[in-house]
């Protein structure tokens, strides 16, 4: 459940959204930067090689391990920043996010297609930031 003093707005005057907030308005008292997070385990083998869905379930995995270790859950999260390598898997990156998220009040949220991550085979890159 989001905090009462947060608002997540989409006004009017601007263009519908999908599964995300144009502003989400936090007071801060401890803010959580969480690094772009990739598909690989905690030994650093990929997971899901040339499977799209399996990567992005990883990378959530990852982004909750981090946000534990920062004592924060996705209920603290109000931004995610997605690099994807093929836009057209956007359906597939949404549903899985909508497991994670709170699909009745969502981060704000920036989705860009890259030509190339840090490895070939890595086809998904998210990062996150938190407000406590």
Known sequence: MAEPDRRFLSPDTLPRPFG???VVDVPANRIVFLSGQVPLDAAGNL???GDFATQVRQVFENL???????DASWSDVVKLDY???DIGEVAALRAIRDEYVNTEQPPASTLVE???LFRDDVLVEIEAVAVK
């Open 114 to 116: 890259v030509s190339r």
């Open 83 to 85: 690099f994807v390598r």
């Open 64 to 70: 909750s391990a981090a946000l534990a270790a920062a």
């Open 20 to 22: 995300y907030s144009h």
């Open 47 to 49: 997971v899901g090689e």
